[in-house]
């Protein structure tokens, strides 16, 4: 008897968990453009935004983003005491800081506010996100605490682009 169910044996392939992302910037026009990217990117979903650090460590208490995107410059508070107040009371979080400009000079900044990387802004793409979460997300952070150096089968990045990765002290120059 026919009961318009499809039987289901346990090992059908799932759909890996969607990632939640909020992003922090003071210019409107680009917290439009990066929502715009992260709703383009399977996988990832926007799920807020925040135009400074204060309203950010607001939104995290309410939304728990998988990834936060933050702007370096902002008016009120800059993005490396935002995300060490982030980090500190969402460790699960991983912050990702974004500039305009290269931080040449200022990783020691950057590792020690608790962020995962940097990315200029101008090389936030599909790609970027997947590499970054592949080497920084929940299973790479797994990974690293089973005692494994490395990640294997991450995605390239589009040519010239060059997501930092920062906790590691290591830089990743269009992998």
Known sequence: MDTGTTPTSGCERQDPPTVSVMVVDDQ?????????VV????GFEPVGDAACGAEALASADQLHPDLVL??????????????RRLTECHPDSVVVL???????????????CGASAFLRKQDLLPRTLHT?????????RQVRSAGA???????????GSRP???????RHHGV
């Open 149 to 159: 150096d490395q990640i294997v089968g991450q995605p390239t990045l589009e040519p």
């Open 98 to 112: 974004f500039s305009l400009d290269d931080i040449e000079g200022l990783e020691s900044v950057v590792t020690s």
């Open 132 to 140: 970054i979460w592949a080497t920084h997300g929940r299973s790479a």
């Open 28 to 36: 409107s026009v680009f917290r439009h453009i990066a929502r715009a």
């Open 164 to 170: 930092v990765g920062l906790r590691e002290g290591a």
């Open 70 to 83: 933050m702007d370096v410059h902002m008016p009120d508070m800059n993005g490396f005491e935002a995300a």
């Open 39 to 42: 709703d383009a990117t399977a």
